[in-house]
């Protein structure tokens, strides 16, 4: 649920099969009320914040390739993709020898994909693909001050992706797509930032998010005192 909470996009799930297996047998009734009242409430939260995510990532994908076909088009996604392998390829170029691949590390601090390797000689491993940060719902929810952190970590090699599921022109740009036409990230984006953010869904994502983070900090400092002390004083306002 911490990764749930923190990632907010369709393909960060959680579990709750624990949470329904202690309520289908009882057990649920014997932790502590006060705790289980911030369980119970951290459990519809989180569910609610999630309701929001998939409506807000499909007007994202409705609005993203209207504002993207202004600075790019098919041809120039072939022919950066094109440019861009190449670039890679010839920096790897020296230290491909004897069948040896230099199985570069791009670490990510952000959601992404690495670049992928054409496998299929093993004497001669090759890029086929460029890297794609992306940009998921909950950079939405942080800007304008994700802009100003993407662009710290987005390399030149790398589309910026803003469907995690499409991957194709239309949903993606390029740091030169911006140079060319002279403007910021957050510049690029701020319109289409404004039109989701008067959605009641994102509004309502913005809130269910907040309160899922207090509640869970709250939870997790809970469990953490019941590790050093099960019973406590509290428990017996509880019975009452």
Not at 34 to 55: F, H, M, N, V, W
Not at 81 to 104: D, R
Not at 176 to 199: P, Q
């Amino acid at each position: 649920m911490d990764r749930a909470i923190h990632a907010n996009n369709m393909e960060t799930k959680y579990s709750s099969d624990v949470y329904q297996k202690l309520n289908q047998n009882g057990n649920f009734g014997r932790i502590p009320k006060s705790l289980r009242t911030k369980i119970d409430q951290l459990y519809g939260a989180e569910g609610g914040a999630q309701g929001c995510i998939t409506p807000i990532a499909h007007e994202i994908s409705i609005l993203m390739p209207q504002v993207i076909a202004k600075v790019r088009n098919e041809n120039d996604d072939v022919v950066w993709k094109e440019k861009t392998i190449a670039k890679l390829n010839a920096e790897a170029a020296s230290e491909l020898n004897q069948g040896s691949f230099p199985m570069t590390s791009f670490t990510f601090n952000h959601a992404g994909i690495s670049p992928s390797v054409d496998m299929r000689d093993p004497a001669h491993y090759k890029f086929s693909s460029p890297g794609t940060v992306l940009w998921e719902v909950a950079d939405w929810m942080n800007f304008p001050q994700s802009a100003s952190e993407v662009e710290k970590i987005w390399q030149d090699t790398y589309f910026l992706g803003f469907d995690e599921r499409a991957e194709i022109w239309a949903y993606r740009i390029t740091r030169e797509d911006l140079s060319k036409n002279h403007t910021t990230l957050e510049e690029f984006l701020k319109l289409t930032y404004e039109a989701i953010a008067s959605d009641p869904q994102f509004q309502q994502l913005l809130r269910d998010n907040h309160t899922v983070l207090k509640l869970f900090e709250s939870v997790n400092s809970s469990l953490a005192d019941r590790v050093k002390q099960p019973k406590q004083l509290r428990d017996l306002i509880d019975l009452l």
